[in-house]
């Protein structure tokens, strides 16, 4: 925001004046140049990251106060300090910007809350049998991509129409290598058999091209050389083989649909459109690759209810591209702001040129209004589920006497099998549901005796509410009521232990099956009124159970895990010099690592693969009084 011409400055509370005192000390030394600049508060908290062609021009706009919305008069009267990043271009610093919100999350900015990655269809190079699967994460050297996919359904989709049609593996390599016969996925043709040589690597080649071409969108090309081949095999008599090509034509059928799901003029693009109401946005992406449509997914991205529909699917889509390449073509539904500036923003991360429409006739626009339809449908979704939690949320308020309505409630539970694995959880739930980015696990360090869940559940809460600021202040992150899986004991254990760390304003409750553990006949425990059920039909009882089971699965998958883990692991793994090898060696010829510790050093010095040193290592790693025998021994002579 750069304002025309100034004007004499309103009177504004002293706060606020501090703010432009402390953007007018840092003016002092921000160049011309572009960049990105930091709003910082009192506590070192991001405030607001913003971008500029001239970075000193940007931020002076900032000091004239009755020229800004609320909202960033709000940030100007938190801003103690600022921090700069120079670039080379302002598109530079557009991309700079949108990782930098990405990563810091400020609170003014708009943020997109996306931290999932999206998966691959991947296809190794570098093997005379490639393998095509599905992949997420880093890539991986020597494959080539084809993507990305909205979701795992998507990609699973299209990996089986390629084994079907181009019957391709999909095994990774160990077992190409292992195999003897072919697998099922031979008998059912999905896969041609190279573990086994049931095809020649040039005939497979072929495959491999052909499957190339199709993923990179020249299907019909290749359909019509297939029905050429499938004539001249049928003229030929060679009727088998007219009937493999038959079927691998009928494979491409599955996605062949309506021109508004898979549109014949579009080729590689991504659609986003958005809507907006009550203040809240929902954008839709439809991922279009190779004129097929990969799947389409919904993001509902945090802003000020006065930020309008450009600005929210321009921040978006800077923000959205931050980690993946674009595609060629983006289909929006409204204009956006600086245009041209986006474009070579999202230029420079896809290598090539990107452009950016709002299709006004044709079959494009009726993708667009098509993607717009269904951000409109899935928007109305979200806020009826929201207002039902609302009302949920209220009703747990007037249950428990809370003197506002939660926004945080955290529920807690514990899991382990007779002291082993034992871990505590911590599950979040609000005006949105589940919180699943909020979830802790606890790995409980103890020593606990077995069933000794009182114990476990005091140090889940020291670990949890342990750590506060140093000025005392209630951290943001705390909850408005915190939620116990147990009885009585379990609700006079977290009351007495946060009473001893000083933790005070939090409600407690505790929830406690009924008899015979039927659910549906819970009894509340509460500092503020006797123990009490609620009706079965309640709809906040329904609530707390689910909250509560929520917690119990989040508890027994997290001991499953740690528990496998710790199968996993043996106590050969802390002796000094004994690799992999070495320790399989030493449980084949002892059998258990139980009876490594108990065996002399004779016994070990015997071991196959085991030299008189290593020996000797392994009997001092479990009998480290003799370790220091032997060192005194050596003293005295």
Known sequence: MDPASDHAEPVVPAQKKQGVEAIREALKTIPYSPGVYRMLSAKGEVLYVGKALSLKKRVSSYTRLNQLPERLRRMV????????????????????????????KPRFNILLRDDKSYPWLMLTENHEFPQITKQRGKPVKGATYWGPFANAWAVNQTLNLVQRSFLLRS??????????????????????????????KTDYAELVS???????????????????????????????????????????????????????????????TIWQEAGQSCIQVFFIRGGRNNGNRAFYPAHLEEESAADVLSAFMIQFYDNKPPPPTVLVNCEIPELKLVEEALSIRRGQKVEILRPQRGEKKDVVEHAALNAREALERKLAENTGQRKLLEGVAEVFGLPETPQ??????????????????????????????????????????PGDDFGMMREVMERRFGRRPENGERPEDWPDLLLIDGGLGQFNAVRAVLADMGVTGIPIVAIAKGPDRDAGREWFFTETKPPFQLPPRDPVLYYLQRLRDEAHRFAITTHRAGRSKGLRSSELDDVPGIGAARKKA??????????????SLEELENAPGISSGTATAIYGHFHPEWVQKASVDDRSH
């Open 77 to 104: 009267s938190m801003t103690v300090s600022m921090e700069i990043v120079i670039t080379r271009t302002e598109a530079d610093a557009l991309l700079l910007e949108a990782n930098y919100i990405k990563r810091m």
């Open 171 to 200: 095994c990774s390599d160990a077992v190409l290598n292992s195999r003897t016969r072919p697998c099922l996925l031979y008998q059912i043709k999905r896969c041609s058999a190279p573990c086994v040589d049931r095809i020649s």
């Open 210 to 272: 052909e499957a190339r071409q199709f993923l990179s969108g020249h299907s019909t090309e290749l359909q019509q050389r297939l029905a050429a081949e499938m004539e001249q095999a049928s003229q030929d008599m060679n009727y088998e083989r007219a009937a493999a090509i038959r079927d691998r034509i009928r494979g491409f059928a599955s996605i062949q649909g309506s021109s508004t799901i898979n549109p014949s003029t579009i080729n590689d693009a991504d659609i986003m």
């Open 408 to 449: 945080r409630i955290e529920t807690y539970d514990n899991s382990h099998i007779m002291g082993q694995a034992p871990y505590g959880v911590m599950v979040v739930g609000g005006p949105e549901g589940f919180n699943k980015r909020a979830y802790r696990k606890y790995s409980i360090k103890g020593p606990v005796t």
């Open 586 to 599: 030493l449980l084949n010829h002892f059998g258990s690592a139980k009876s490594v510790r108990q065996a």
